[in-house]
């Protein structure tokens, strides 16, 4: 049994140096952006919008909300604040509504601005402002955003740095 493991010791020592080595051939590979990310930067925001639906369809990935998002914020840069909606509400749970309280308050003053409805964003703005954690911070950065540029469309406003 002594054996076995100080074997198991050795042998784990030897993979884990040898692991450790770097390879001189090897090349750093950039990240590569998603081709619907690549699209949506280039404006063309239906062949990105066609891509994430079509990975819905063939994805065998049981959460698809982060999808559903994504095509959402592509409606609402197009400007099509319906389309926009009806796929934003499809990315979040009922479970995620009740329970997560700052997205909540993110996904529905998001909503809010899409349907301009100034004094419901201020509402979800003021509370996510003023209490939210670090992992929130962007989504309360975004959102403050979009309550500062209201009469702008989402793009323009989504795209302005928090004050």
Not at 64 to 86: D, S, V
Not at 100 to 123: H, M, V
Not at 132 to 146: E, G, Q, T, W
Request: glycine content about 2%; charged content about 30%.
């Amino acid at each position: 049994m002594k054996i076995s493991f100080y074997s198991l010791i050795v042998f784990t020592f030897i993979s884990t140096c040898t692991a450790q080595t770097t390879n001189k051939n090897y090349t750093c590979k950039k990240e590569t952006k998603e081709l619907w990310r690549e699209l949506a930067d280039s404006g063309r925001y239906h062949d990105a919008i066609n891509i994430l639906l079509d990975s819905i369809q063939t994805s065998k990935k049981k959460n698809k909300n982060g999808t559903y998002w994504h095509i959402g914020q592509l409606y609402a840069c197009n400007n099509e604040y319906a389309f926009a909606i009806k796929y934003i509400k499809k990315s979040t749970s009922f479970f995620d509504k009740l329970f997560d309280r700052e997205w909540r308050l993110y996904y529905n003053g998001t909503i809010a601005f899409l349907n301009k409805e100034k004094r419901k964003l201020k509402n979800c703005n003021d509370k996510l402002w003023n209490k939210h954690s670090d992992y929130y911070y962007f989504n309360a950065c975004k959102l403050k955003a979009l309550y500062e540029n209201f009469d702008k469309p989402y793009k323009l406003a989504y795209e302005m740095d928090c004050k």
